[in-house]
């Protein structure tokens, strides 16, 4: 149904650093992964997952009330985090994505530059 990459980092035994846990939801679990030496797979029911919110302060989303999931809060954007409350099932979660309308007038110095979001309006 939906897979994003977090901004939250784990370690996962690779000379380069840490890597960014990734988020996959189906139907019936949620599914927290990152590759490497020491892969992080974690996973936990959806029924596990229906209290979840996100804190647009620290730009956490706190998946509640699971307690199998090591890795409960994450660092998302918050666009994929209404994403992500929205697959979860977490009621009251509605929202339209704006899109920046930036017209190239040439009246400043920023010449022919696109929008930065290269996305259309949608509907989560």
């Not at 929205?86 to 022919?112: F, Q, R, W, Y």
Request: proline content about 7%.
């Amino acid at each position: 149904m939906l897979i994003l990459e977090s901004q939250s980092k784990v370690d996962t035994g690779g000379w380069i650093g840490k890597k960014n846990i990734r988020v996959i939801v189906t139907p019936e679990e949620l599914f927290l992964i990152a590759l490497g030496k020491r892969p992080l797979v974690e996973y936990a029911p959806m029924q596990d997952c229906a209290q979840s919110r996100y804190n647009p302060s620290s730009g956490e989303i706190i998946l509640a009330p699971t307690k199998s999931l090591k890795n409960h809060e994450l660092l998302l954007p918050p666009l994929e985090a209404m994403k992500l409350l929205k697959a979860l099932g977490v009621p009251g979660i509605t929202g339209k994505t704006v899109v920046n309308e930036h017209i190239n007038d040439e009246s400043n110095g920023l010449h022919n530059l696109p929008d930065s979001t290269f996305n259309t309006a949608e509907d989560f």
